[in-house]
């Protein structure tokens, strides 16, 4: 497949974005680790303030990267705006207004494979990243499309049954989408988006 960016662009961009919005970083993944101790310590209020958080994260990453700034290499971003947008309504939509997703540990299959994305993308991720040569602020940091994708799978597998499936259709769509970064990039971390993907498609059928 042939990119309308170069490799260089596409770190670049990464560094163009880290610097803009520094330290804003620390915010994303301050509000990653708010939802994941609302799973962990449920309240009344929990499925509502999990799905916001889910809901600002990929408007954010719609606006504040796609838009402003990946669209100066690829048109397509203009696309991929939307569509986390999109993905942004329906939790707020499914989850603020409707209240229609809880989230809980309950042990099991599950909770492993949740737990198990949580962490990879909050610790091995940006570990793996930087042993590959991608250090600050050439590295896709939380908040950024990939990361964002393995975060949110990894909290739907936390999902109370019944749940609707439409908040899974453009995580999994993503997951997809930037698996190819592993290949045609050279970001192999992403390869954890695979198995995202099979996760995600999995949890939409059941």
């Known amino acids: 497949m042939q990119l309308p960016f170069s490799t260089e662009e596409f770190f670049g961009v990464f560094r163009q974005y880290n610097e803009a919005v520094w330290p804003a970083q620390v915010f994303l993944v301050g509000l990653a680790l708010a939802a994941v ?13 999990i799905s916001a958080i889910l809901a600002f994260l990929w408007a954010w990453l719609a606006v504040a990267y796609h838009f402003a700034f990946f669209t100066r290499v690829n048109p397509l971003a203009y696309l ?46 940006p570990i793996w990243s930087w ?17 964002t994708t393995l975060f949110t799978i990894g909290l739907l597998a ?16 993503w997951a997809l989408v930037g698996a ?18 099979a996760v995600g498609v999995i949890l939409l059928i059941r």
């Open 37 to 49: 101790v609302l799973v962990l310590k449920p309240r009344r209020w929990s499925g509502v303030g």
């Open 131 to 147: 042993y590959a040569g991608h250090a600050y602020p050439h590295m896709p940091t939380f908040g950024l499309p990939c990361p």
């Open 158 to 173: 936390f999902l109370v049954p019944p749940y609707p499936r439409t908040p899974f259709i453009v995580p999994v769509l």
């Open 180 to 197: 190819q970064a592993a290949f045609l990039l050279g970001v192999h971390q992403d390869l954890g988006l695979l198995v995202a993907a």
């Open 80 to 125: 991929f705006a939307g569509v986390s947008l999109a993905g942004a309504v329906v939790f707020f939509w499914q989850g603020v207004v409707r209240r229609r997703l809880q989230f809980a540990w309950v042990g099991g299959g599950r909770a492993f494979t949740g737990t198990a994305l949580v962490l990879f993308v909050l610790t091995l991720y």
